[in-house]
T-cell receptor, first 115, second 115 residues
C-alpha cells in the first residue's frame, strides 16, 4: 500500500512569489492535513480537509490556503512568500472516520526555501 | 502557550536497556495521543497511539502509558536498539463534533542509543 506522497520534495522560491505543494493521501483515506515544521516553532498544524471541505484551520495568515479534490488529493498554496515561510511542509492523511481512523500518517515533506 | 510539552530535549540510553520518553499536556480536551519517530529530512513515522479511555497500549517493543489525572504520558521502548536513535514527538488531538482538530506536537526528544 503506497504511503502519503508529496511533490515536489525540494524547491527554492523568491520573496513575493507564490508556491503550490501537492499531496496524494494513502488510498482510501479521506482526510488530509498539512503541517509546517521550522526549527523555531516545531511542527504546527495548518489545516485539515475531509471530503473536499476544510474542517479545521490552524493559526496561520490567509496567505496559506489549501484545497482538496474529489479523489482526496490535496494542494496547499502560499502566496506572497516571506523569508520566514522557509520550512518543511508535511502532508498527512487518515481515514478520518474516528477511532482507529485517528491514526495520522505523514509524507516525506516538501522542503521550501525562500530567498 | 505550549499545550504539549516534552521537557527533555535529549536522552541517552545504552543499547538493550529501556528508553522512557515523557510528555505532559495541559489541555484536558485532548482525547487521542500519538507518538512519532522522525529522522532528519524525513516525515514523522507513526509508532503507537492511545485513546484517552485507555491507560496502556502495547505494540511490540513499544508501550505507551497514559495518566489522565496527571496529564502525562510516556513511551517505553524495550529493549532499545541502535536504529531507535531519532527524534521522538508526542502529539495530541481533540475530536470535536465537526471533526478532529489538528495534531498539537511537543518539541521532541532526541533519543541516542549508545552501543
Amino acid at each position: 500500500k503506497a504511503g502519503v506522497t508529496q511533490t515536489p520534495r525540494y524547491l527554492i522560491k523568491t520573496r513575493g512569489q507564490q508556491v503550490t505543494l501537492s499531496c496524494s493521501p494513502i488510498s482510501g483515506h479521506r482526510s488530509v492535513s498539512w503541517y509546517q515544521q521550522t526549527p523555531g516553532q516545531g511542527l504546527q498544524f495548518l489545516f485539515e480537509y475531509f471530503s473536499e471541505t476544510q474542517r479545521n484551520k490552524g493559526n496561520f495568515p490567509g496567505r496559506f490556503s489549501g484545497r482538496q479534490f474529489s479523489n482526496s488529493r490535496s494542494e496547499m498554496n502560499v502566496s506572497t512568500l516571506e523569508l520566514g515561510d522557509s520550512a518543511l511542509y508535511l502532508c498527512a492523511s487518515s481515514s478520518g472516520a474516528g477511532g482507529s481512523g485517528n491514526t495520522i500518517y505523514f509524507g516525506e515533506g516538501s522542503w521550501l526555501t525562500v530567498v | 502557550d505550549q499545550q504539549v510539552k516534552q521537557n527533555s530535549p535529549s536522552l541517552s540510553v545504552q543499547e538493550g536497556r529501556i528508553s522512557i520518553l515523557n510528555c505532559d499536556y495541559t489541555n484536558s480536551m485532548f482525547d487521542y495521543f500519538l507518538w512519532y519517530k522522525k529522522y532528519p529530512a524525513e516525515g514523522p513515522t507513526f509508532l503507537i497511539s492511545i485513546s484517552s479511555i485507555k491507560d496502556k497500549n502495547e505494540d511490540g517493543r513499544f508501550t505507551v502509558f497514559l495518566n489522565k489525572s496527571a496529564k502525562h504520558l510516556s513511551l517505553h521502548i524495550v529493549p532499545s536498539q541502535p536504529g531507535d536513535s531519532a527524534v521522538y514527538f508526542c502529539a495530541a488531538r481533540v475530536y470535536s463534533g465537526g471533526g478532529a482538530d489538528g495534531l498539537t506536537f511537543g518539541k521532541g526528544t532526541h533519543l541516542i542509543i549508545q552501543p
